[in-house]
C-alpha cells in the first residue's frame, strides 16, 4: 500500500508499506512519471516490511531521472542495489532504516 500526501514544504511524500514487489513498483513509476523533475519528493520505505530486489530495480530508472527526491528507509543492501542499476545515492539524500543506523 502506498500513502501520498503533502509535507509542511509542499513536497510530495509517499510512504510505502507492505511488500514492496514489481506490481507496488509499477504503480510508484506511473506516479513518479507524472512529477515534474525538479519537484520535491519523499519516498518512505521505512514501513516496508518486503522489498523486493526486483521491484527497486523496477523503480531505479525513475530515481535517477528526479533531481529533488529523499529516500528514507533503505538498507545498505538496498543501497547497494540502487547504485549498481546507476542511481546516484549522494542526489537522492537516502536515510538508513533505524536498526541499521545503530548497527553501521
Not at 4 to 21: H, Y
Not at 34 to 53: G, H, K, M, T, Y
Amino acid at each position: 500500500m502506498m500513502d501520498v500526501t503533502r509535507g509542511a514544504a509542499g513536497e510530495l511524500v509517499i510512504r510505502i508499506d507492505g511488500t514492496f514487489d514489481r506490481q507496488a513498483a509499477s504503480r510508484l513509476n506511473g506516479w513518479l512519471g507524472e512529477v515534474p523533475r525538479d519537484a520535491p519528493v519523499v519516498l518512505d520505505f521505512s514501513r516496508v516490511r518486503e522489498l523486493q530486489d526486483l521491484g527497486l530495480a523496477a523503480v531505479a530508472g525513475a530515481l535517477a531521472g528526479l533531481g529533488g527526491v529523499q529516500v528514507l528507509g533503505l538498507g545498505w543492501h538496498q543501497q547497494r542495489l540502487l547504485r549498481y542499476f546507476g542511481v546516484d545515492m549522494s542526489k537522492l539524500g537516502a536515510g538508513l532504516r533505524g536498526d541499521e543506523e545503530v548497527l553501521g
